[in-house]
């Protein structure tokens, strides 16, 4: 892949799940049309083998059938990202956003308990998923 479509594929990336994070945080979805967007912007840089990243989403639908708490878009945010990063950086990827929400969740939790508050106990996904995906994107 070519440095040019490297940065026109990264910078697509970033802006559509960036986009995607804020109507998360704001909405509490992710619209398809960011989900799409991103599975588009694998055509950039399309190679076969990324196909195999869409199967990264898998251990997100089973963690939603079995545990509950997440949304469909979450699952479709990863699936599009699997086709963007292929399956090594997707997996990559959610180990770096699943870790970045347990650790805002930490600070979160002791922050209000010293504050004699109730802790969040759900939190918008995207964001933390798209830190994972944007880190996995650009370590070659």
Do not use: W
Not at 89 to 102: D, E, F, W
């Amino acid at each position: 892949m070519s440095q040019l479509a490297t940065l026109m594929q990264g910078g697509f990336f970033a802006a559509l799940l960036a986009a995607a994070s804020i109507t998360d945080i704001r909405k509490g979805i992710i619209p398809d049309r960011f989900c799409v967007g991103i599975a588009l912007t694998s055509l950039i840089a399309f190679g076969p083998l990324k196909l195999l990243g869409v199967s990264a989403s898998i251990i997100f639908l089973i963690a939603a059938l079995l545990f509950g708490g997440m949304e469909g878009g979450d699952i479709k945010l990863m699936a599009a990202a699997g086709l963007v990063l292929g399956f090594n950086k997707s997996m990559i990827a959610a180990v770096i956003g699943l870790t970045a929400l347990l650790v805002f969740h930490a600070g979160n939790y002791i922050i209000k308990k010293l504050r004699g508050r109730a802790a969040q106990k759900a939190y918008p996904l995207a964001p933390f998923l798209s830190l994972g995906c944007l880190a996995a994107y650009f370590i070659t």
